[in-house]
């Protein structure tokens, strides 16, 4: 059986994914290779911080277009949905560019401070495998302080001061903003139907 792979980006939610697969009884392989991430059965792209310092270890490992030319189902978590996208206002950075559409600064007001963190209803918007078994409005761990607004790809949103892209779908490409690994039973439920 081919190996189910985590690309590291040196995000700090990585033990945290990698505890969360073995709870779904699943070996996972922490890796740069790209032979190893070309030859996995599934990907996970992670991350926590800042867009530009994750593009500058994706470019250095020499990732970016190994990671554009994936086939099999390929998972971006958080920062990692963030780098699917052509490009993000932090830092004004170039993204890998997969999924259309720039991520943006969430709008801060006094009962919406930035970051958003905490649990957020999730409004299912496009019936897909991935939510197999999970109720629409279901609460998922977000932490983040950027977002891609709505767009065709967005299969699911939440709210902070305005509506964003909570899950997005292009081809093989999948991505949640909220981390499905800190998310308890409803992300495990999620996690597994991307493994499936």
Known sequence: MKEIVIIDSGGANIASLVYALKRLK????LTTDSEVIKNA????LPGVG???DAMHRLKSAGLVDVIRNLTQPVLGICLGM?????SSEEEDVECIGIIPGVVSKLNASPDKPVPNMGWCSTN????NNIFRNIKNKSFFYYIHSYALPLSQ???ASAKHDEPFSAVIQK???FATQFHPERSSDVGSKLLA???V
């Open 26 to 29: 699943t070996k996972s392989i």
């Open 41 to 44: 059965n599934r990907v996970l």
């Open 50 to 52: 800042a867009a530009k």
């Open 82 to 86: 963030q780098l699917l996208c052509e």
């Open 124 to 127: 299912i918007m496009v019936k």
């Open 153 to 155: 790809f967005t299969i």
């Open 171 to 173: 081809n093989n490409f």
């Open 193 to 195: 139907n991307f493994l």
